[in-house]
T-cell receptor
Framework: KNEVEQSPQNLTAQEGEFITINCSYS?????LHWLQQHPGGGIVSLFM???GKKKHGRLIATINIQEKHSSLHITASHPRDSAVYIC???????????FGTGTRLQVFP | ETGVTQTPRHLVMGMTNKKSLKCEQH?????MYWYKQSAKKPLELMFV???????ENNSVPSRFSPECPNSSHLFLHLHTLQPEDSALYLC?????????????FGPGTRLTVL
């Protein structure tokens, strides 16, 4: 079992829908990253958070440290949001990143 | 040119070939990383360099040989690879190697070993 689990693994949506991607982890962490990987391969950092909630445009990330869970929400989804979204946690003990396997999102017009 | 660049973007090689992957960062960062991304598996950290010195080797087989001549350039030399080494190899850089420091990724090299 991975230390970082994401759900769902694959997600399809119609343009305009509200999207939620979940991340659960089993280790103590100092912070959590949400990353976006487009089909070309490059990865972009979306958020880093250690508590509460962050918002950037149509993207919202929340984290509950007690429950060891984070969610990434996309409001008014658009086909250009189609990508793989990766959750990664920073292990408190090792200061190393531990990655989830990613959620593949496809948004259709 | 800005950001992190990788060449080549695609590489097909036989098991007896020797090839090298190149990564260059134009961000003035001091830490550089090699990651392996296989289908349906999480990113795997392979190597970390900080100020040109290797600070982490994550039990990577010796058929992968990294080289960091300066803080801006990172190479991954490949020889006698196996088909299971086929994957996307991603380079990243950051200001320092602390976990909370944002890493900037290159576009990756898609490697196929025949």
């Amino acid at each position: 079992k991975n230390e970082v689990e994401q759900s769902p693994q694959n997600l399809t949506a119609q343009e305009g829908e509200f999207i939620t991607i979940n991340c659960s982890y089993s280790v103590g962490i100092s912070a959590l990253h949400w990353l976006q990987q487009h089909p070309g391969g490059g990865i972009v950092s979306l958020f880093m958070l250690s508590s509460g909630k962050k918002k950037h445009g149509r993207l919202i990330a929340t984290i509950n440290i007690q429950e060891k869970h984070s969610s990434l929400h996309i409001t008014a989804s658009h086909p250009r949001d189609s990508a793989v979204y990766i959750c990664a946690v920073i292990s408190y003990n090792t200061d190393k990143l531990i990655f989830g396997t990613g959620t593949r999102l496809q948004v259709f017009p | 040119e800005t950001g992190v660049t990788q060449t080549p973007r695609h590489l097909v090689m036989g098991m007896t070939n020797k090839k090298s992957l190149k990564c260059e960062q134009h961000l003035g960062h001091n830490a550089m990383y090699w990651y392996k991304q296989s289908a349906k598996k999480p990113l795997e950290l392979m190597f970390v360099y900080n100020f040109k010195e290797q600070t982490e080797n994550n039990s990577v087989p010796s058929r992968f040989s990294p080289e960091c001549p300066n803080s801006s350039h990172l190479f991954l030399h490949l020889h006698t690879l196996q088909p299971e080494d086929s994957a996307l190899y991603l380079c990243a850089s950051s200001q320092d190697p602390r976990g909370e420091t944002e890493q900037f990724f290159g576009p990756g090299t898609r490697l196929t070993v025949l």
